[in-house]
């Protein structure tokens, strides 16, 4: 027989009282025989024939049945005589080992439970790690495939939060020039393609895209913008100014001020 501990655990408080009152023979045989319980498989539970518990106790059958019947009628100890074997049982030990076996599952499962946790964050992080591959590679061919989508009547395409592309038509930039003729349309548009590049986390929905465009032109527009379109305004503006000082030089300015003003 084998077993992993080396001893049991002895309550001596408990032995005091629970055997203060009974002959010294009594403890002898009792402390023997639990020793003996201890050694089984089934911890704490022994059955075997008189003959053999007289071997245990090393006295003679007669003297052992009544040292058995003493133990079970004290309640010292669960026994019960069938036929020739005599079964014998410490409920104190096979409540210790019961709690011994339950804890030793416990901890199985825990081990289990945190390796498994362990394989599962690792997979997760070779996720992640594939995922942002992919991402750089879809980010790749976005860069790659503009002049294609251009081909294919469409400007530019934002990524959006899915990772999927949102294609923005070349009809679309007429649209944006008349409502913000002073924002260089295609460079914003090119500027918020980079915009969702470097930021993922912040990447519009498809039903919100729209919205992004125009609160991103409508606040270049109302900045005084940025492009030829302006510049254009400007030059226009000097040339008027220029054609007026010129019919002013020609016509005298009281000439123009007056009620036949001149028509331009």
Known sequence: MSWKAPAFQ????????DLSSHPLEIEGAW????CHLFRE????????????WS??????????ERILRYLVTKNIANITFN??????????????????????????????????????????????????SSSSSSSSKECVSEDTLVANDVFIALTL???????????DLEIYR?????????????NMKGWCYSNPEKRKTRTG????????????????????????????????????????KEYGEDDINSDNEVSL
Not at 178 to 190: G, H, N, S, T
Not at 220 to 246: P, R
């Open 10 to 17: 002895f309550y001596v408080m408990d032995w005091a009282m």
């Open 31 to 34: 402390i023997r025989i639990m």
């Open 41 to 52: 498989n089934n911890r704490g539970k022994k059955e075997c024939s008189l003959i053999e």
């Open 55 to 64: 071997r245990i106790l090393r006295t003679d059958e007669i003297n052992t």
């Open 83 to 132: 036929n020739k074997l005599i079964t014998v049982v410490s409920r104190r030990m096979m409540r210790d080992n019961k709690d011994r076996i339950n804890n030793a599952l416990r901890q199985t499962k825990y081990r289990e439970s945190k390796k498994s946790n362990k394989e599962i964050t690792e997979e997760a992080q070779n996720n992640n790690i594939a995922s942002s």
């Open 161 to 171: 939060n899915t990772g999927k592309l949102y294609d923005i038509p070349k009809s």
């Open 178 to 190: 008349k409502l913000y003729p002073a924002v260089d349309i295609e460079q914003e548009l090119r």
């Open 209 to 248: 895209i729209k919205a992004f465009i125009t609160r991103w032109l409508s606040k270049e527009q109302n900045k005084g913008g940025n492009n030829i379109n302006k510049k254009a305004i400007l030059n226009n503006k000097t040339i008027l100014d220029q054609t007026l000082e010129d019919i002013q």
